[in-house]
């Protein structure tokens, strides 16, 4: 399946600190999505990539993707506490389906 | 959060039981899925619909069937549960076109004894 796979599976740093998480996938994409889940909780869209972009911004998040590597990055600058979350990505094969990977659990430790 | 509802949040049943969960969507979307979240195996497609009466497997749908009879409630239906559907059972609903969002339910927590 076209799974993505979340690195790394774990990350603590302290507040302020930048947080990188890559994704890598398996074969061509539409587009790319990232989801973040707070414990216990639902997942909630952060940002989307489409496969003609290399490169997005959201606030404090920056989404990368090369899709010659089948590889996305996303960056969570200045972290917060409040970042403390799983964070998961998402390739969207078709229109239809997603497949998730594990996720990487960051801790922001205040 | 987006009107989304899944009923129950919580289940314990036993094992051989019939369990059926529901979602609920006040948004008029066009595509459900049905989801479990396992530790160490992330959100995984049990079954997902694209419309009403429309639906289609996902990767782990073995045990599982669904139905749609609403645009409005998709049915997830466990018809002999056993220890290994013991899960968190996420629904998602999602507008149609590449690149739109999906939107999750809350949950539901579910313990087959």
């Known amino acids: 399946s076209q799974q993505g796979e979340e690195d790394p599976q774990a990350l603590s740093i302290q507040e302020g600190e930048n947080a990188t998480m890559n994704c890598s996938y398996k074969?061509?994409?539409?587009?790319l999505q990232w989801y973040r889940q707070n414990s216990g909780r639902g997942l909630v869209h952060l940002i989307l990539?489409?496969?003609?972009?290399r490169e997005k911004h959201s606030g404090r998040l920056r989404v990368t993707l090369d899709t010659s590597k089948k590889s996305s990055s996303l960056l969570i600058t200045a972290s917060r506490a409040a970042d403390t979350a799983s964070y998961f990505c998402?390739?969207?094969?078709?229109?239809?389906?997603?497949?998730f990977g594990s996720g990487t659990k960051l801790n922001v430790k205040p | 959060d987006a009107g989304i509802t899944q009923s129950p949040r919580h289940k314990v049943t036993e094992t051989g039981t019939p369990v059926t969960l529901r979602c609920h969507q006040t948004e008029n979307h066009r595509y459900m899925y049905w989801y479990r979240q396992d530790p160490g195996h992330g959100l995984r497609l049990i079954h997902y619909s694209y419309g009403v009466k429309d639906t289609d497997k996902g990767e782990v749908s073995d045990g599982y069937s669904v139905s749609r009879s609403k645009t409005e409630d998709f049915l997830l239906t466990l018809e002999s549960a056993t220890s290994s559907q013991t899960s968190v059972y996420f629904c998602?609903?999602?507008?149609?076109?590449?690149?739109?969002?999906?939107?999750f339910g809350p949950g539901t927590r579910l313990l087959v004894l």
């Open positions: 990539i489409r496969s003609n972009e």
């Open positions: 998402a390739p969207e094969e078709n229109f239809n389906k997603f497949y």
């Open positions: 074969t061509s994409i539409n587009n």
């Open positions: 998602a609903i999602r507008e149609a076109g590449e690149g739109e969002t999906q939107y």
